[in-house]
């Protein structure tokens, strides 16, 4: 794997599992900025999601998820909440995992589908039987999420705990960072 140089936070996980939600959170408690992928999906496109699905299709989607994720690893300091589908795409995982830490936030498919059920932005389940559509999809991506840095039951916790644990452990990681690099401010302290 590439060198990992872990100055940002990278949110991924299934839709309806808080990513937004939490990566506000986070990027206020850290000072950083926030950006979601999605949101820059959007504006690249100049249309709504549910717009590129019907108009361009899922792949013309993913394309543009792969373009505004090119960006990313020029970015400093940032919470960057992703598409569900985003890390199961192309190296994408790879390019988030070289310059962030990457937190996966899980739920149970009933969870989400309450969580997204008033919502009609997500065009992958405007389908007769979105639960099944929903364990059909987890079922395929569980094997990317799971290479996540950590993953998180974001079911079971507030936004804010959610977002604490988090920001621990992405403290850590630094920490282990800056002393590999002897960027530690302790380690460079004199006798
Ligand atoms: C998708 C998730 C959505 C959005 C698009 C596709 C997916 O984002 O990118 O509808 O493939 O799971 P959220 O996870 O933010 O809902």
Known sequence: MTERHINNIALVGFMGTGKTSVGRALATMLRFDFWDTDDLVERRAGKSISAIFADD??????KLECEVLEAVGAMQRAVIATGGG???????????KACALVACLWASPDAIWNRVRQQSHRPLLNTPDPVHRIRELLNQRQGFYRQADILINAEVRSIRQVAQQIEHQFRIMQGQQNSREGTDPKARRGP
């Open 57 to 62: 299709g899922e792949p013309a989607f993913r």
């Open 86 to 96: 985003l890390i199961t795409h192309s190296d994408n995982l790879a390019r988030l």
